[in-house]
T-cell receptor, first 112, second 114 residues
């Protein structure tokens, strides 16, 4: 079965600093990969997705992610974090059919 | 365009009671997913439907859980009888089949079973 690992449960960064959230996946074929964000008390919102092609994908809110097959990684980045980015972030991989397998999530705290 | 609608947003009930959670997917979406989120287990897929037909219910924890989708615009998740360990946030999500897995999530129902 496919799996997704987000090694960092919590990350704290200062406002204006750069951000990288790590995601590693286990999947036999070319994966379909996603990053979602969940603000407190809300549902998940899609930030970006990778299906094929360019390994650097751009998403909403200034986020980007890079697919690295050799490292089985799909890390999320943002050059300058805003206080409104404080939320929980989930990496996911598509399994057979239309199922998504989610990582455990990383809670981002932003210091002012 | 309205997003995925879930009701109620919060539900508090006593152990042994029947609980029904409701979901209205985005119009035109042909996939519907039910998830459960807890601190201990994270986000788990319970069941999903395609064109109102259940495709995979392997995530449904017990026979106490059941889900239906009588038409393209409505689905229910029922727990009978409810237990305290069912306390969680339950999310419904929907997607188009031709936009693989760009799932749109509802705001969730926070269920507390006393």
């Amino acid at each position: 079965a496919q799996s997704v690992t987000q090694p960092d449960i919590h990350i704290t960064v200062s406002e204006g600093a750069s951000l990288e959230l790590r995601c590693n996946y286990s999947y036999g074929a070319t994966p379909y990969l996603f990053w979602y964000v969940q603000s407190p008390g809300q549902g998940l919102q899609l930030l970006l997705k990778y299906f094929s092609g360019d390994t650097l994908v751009q998403g909403i809110k200034g986020f980007e992610a890079e697919f690295k097959r050799s490292q089985s990684s799909f890390n999320l980045r943002k050059p300058s974090v805003h206080w409104s980015d404080a939320a929980e972030y989930f990496c996911a991989v598509q399994e057979y059919g239309n199922k998504l397998v989610f990582g455990a999530g990383t809670i981002l705290r932003v210091k002012s | 365009d309205a997003g995925v609608i879930q009701s109620p947003r919060h539900e508090v009930t006593e152990m042994g009671q029947e609980v029904t959670l409701r979901c209205k997917p985005i119009s035109g979406h042909d996939y519907l997913f039910w998830y459960r989120q807890t601190m201990m287990r994270g986000l788990e897929l319970l069941i999903y439907f395609n064109n109102n037909v259940p495709i995979d219910d392997s995530g449904m924890p017990e026979d106490r859980f059941s889900a239906k989708m009588p038409n393209a615009s409505f689905s229910t998740l029922k727990i009978q009888p409810s237990e305290p360990r069912d306390s969680a946030v339950y999310f419904c999500a929907s997607s188009y089949s031709n936009r693989v897995n760009e799932q749109f999530f509802g705001p969730g129902t926070r269920l507390t079973v006393l």
